[in-house]
């Protein structure tokens, strides 16, 4: 399946095994899910840049070490009345000798205990002028990045140019 979306108006388009989607409502139904899997997997590749966004609550709960023995200090990220997930929380590894986040744990609910998944952030990258943790230690999150200066003609409206 392949999902071009604009996530400002939800316009978009989807093809299914190589074929066009027009029916109406099953397009809207798997344009509106593109969104929702669009703003889950942002997080999966910015999350960093998103601590500050709005709906976002930070709060300091410790300092730890984090599975390879580095010294961190922990944020809890929580959202209010934001998202797709608003009732998940993070907990944010941020190392001590160089300020990058190198972990997160996931709690499905706010009041849950213990964390459902711990996973690295890490395989950190200069992406023409921008770091991110890609092709993660782990082999979850983001594959395969490219971050480009300008956005070829297509990008947004051809099936051939996403799928090459």
Known sequence: ?????????ENGKVQVIGK??????????????????????SYWLVMPFKLKDSGVTLRYLDDDTIA????????????????????NKY??????????????????????????????WDNYREYNGLLLSADRSDNLGPRNVKVLDTVPEGAFTDFDWVLN
């Open 91 to 120: 907990e944010v590894y941020i190392t001590k000798s160089d300020s990058l986040v190198k972990q997160w744990a996931f709690y499905g609910t706010m009041d849950q205990d213990s964390a459902s998944a711990i996973w690295p």
């Open 1 to 9: 399946m392949v999902m071009i979306v604009n996530i400002n108006d």
């Open 20 to 41: 066009e989607g027009t029916d109406p409502d099953s397009l809207n139904m798997l344009v509106s899910r593109a969104k929702r899997i669009w703003i889950n997997d």
């Open 68 to 87: 390879t023995g580095e010294e961190a200090h922990i944020l809890e990220l929580t959202f209010q009345d934001v998202g797709v997930t608003p009732d």
